[in-house]
């Protein structure tokens, strides 16, 4: 049974950081793509930062910069450290595991809440 469970999130003042951390177990970590996606209220989910199997990475445009996304595979872990955080980042927090190969397949994680106010 696949699962990925998230934690890290929390309240944080504007500027502040969090690092959120996903735990996966039940699949070949190392063989998968690990992305981290974010759903606001009344908002569709987006994509905020990607790490492929290869340790390539992307983000989302809104990132600017402020976030990066990690991956121990020897943990089987995906890690988010986010940095200057705006109240606009404020948001459930997901976790996903995506594979092309050999079938197409997404796990996800239960998400975890970032809040970002003063």
């Known amino acids: 049974q696949v699962q990925l469970v998230e934690s890290g999130g929390g309240l944080v003042q504007p500027g502040g950081s969090l690092r959120l951390s996903c735990r996966a177990s039940?699949?070949?970590?190392?063989?998968?793509?690990m992305n981290w996606y974010r759903q606001a209220p009344d908002n569709e989910r987006e994509l905020v930062a990607r790490i492929t199997d290869a340790t390539i990475t992307n983000y989302g445009d809104f990132v600017k910069g402020r976030f990066i996304i990690s991956r121990d595979n020897a943990k089987n872990t995906v890690y988010l450290q986010m940095n200057s955080l705006e109240p606009e980042d404020t948001a459930v927090y997901y976790c996903?595991?995506?594979?092309?190969?050999?079938?197409?397949?997404?796990?996800w994680g239960q998400g975890t809440q970032v809040t970002v106010s003063s």
């Open positions: 996903n595991a995506h594979r092309l190969w050999p079938v197409e397949i997404d796990y």
């Open positions: 039940g699949l070949t970590f190392s063989t998968y793509f």
